[in-house]
T-cell receptor, first 114, second 111 residues
């Protein structure tokens, strides 16, 4: 079974803090993704990585950066947290083989910025 | 702007009935489509994926794809209260590994 884990289920941070969200997958997947999910807005892609050290901006990259130093690990960084970054953050991974490129999600991190 | 559209619901069906969830997509080049189930407060869980026109069955679930009409559906037979959740439709964007997600349809199965 594919396993995607995220470092925290719940996180509370103050405005202006630097926040690190970590994601690890154990299926040797090439692709990893960070989304945020907000009521009424659905899942929105923040960043995507298709290989170690490779990244591509998604639809809403402003205020975020990412790091992928190892294949299994993809980190999302909020350089200076703001209240409008309060959200559910979801990491996903997928393979580039097999045809479907199905994405598998981690359990999510609910981040509150106060 | 590429889109996947779903009716937000809620769609209410009695226990034991067939639930029919629908989605349309705008990227004519999309080849792969996915259905996820998401319980409140949890992350999306992959239920099914479909690439070819026609039907694909897996247990109580059947995914249907019509590329000419740019339409994907998910049928849930013998619906159970435990099927009550939000169902997300996703399409893989042509030429990329990225998906675009619909905003989901909330399904309520009434006991």
């Amino acid at each position: 079974d594919v396993k995607v884990t995220q470092s925290s289920r719940y996180l509370v941070k103050r405005t202006g803090e630097k926040v690190f969200l970590e994601c690890v997958q154990d299926m040797d997947h090439e692709n990893m993704f960070w989304y945020r999910q907000d009521p009424g807005l659905g899942l929105r892609l923040i960043y995507f990585s298709y290989d170690v050290k490779m990244k591509e901006k998604g639809d809403i990259p402003e205020g975020y950066s990412v790091s992928r130093e190892k294949k299994e690990r993809f980190s999302l960084i909020l350089e200076s947290a703001s209240t409008n970054q309060t959200s559910m953050y979801l990491c996903a991974s997928s393979s580039t083989t097999g045809g479907g490129y199905e994405q598998y999600f981690g359990p999510g991190t609910r981040l509150t910025v106060t | 702007q590429k889109e996947v559209e779903q009716n937000s619901g809620p769609l209410s069906v009695p226990e034991g009935a067939i639930a029919s969830l629908n989605c349309t997509y705008s990227d004519r080049g999309s080849q792969s489509f996915f259905w996820y189930r998401q319980y409140s407060g949890k992350s999306p869980e992959l239920i099914m994926f479909i690439y070819s026109n026609g039907d694909k069955e897996d247990g109580r679930f059947t995914a249907q794809l019509n590329k000419a009409s740019q339409y994907v559906s998910l049928l849930i037979r013998d619906s159970q209260p435990s099927d009550s959740a939000t169902y997300l439709c996703a399409a893989a964007l042509s030429g990329t590994y990225k998906y675009i997600f619909g905003t989901g349809t909330r399904l309520k199965v009434l006991a």
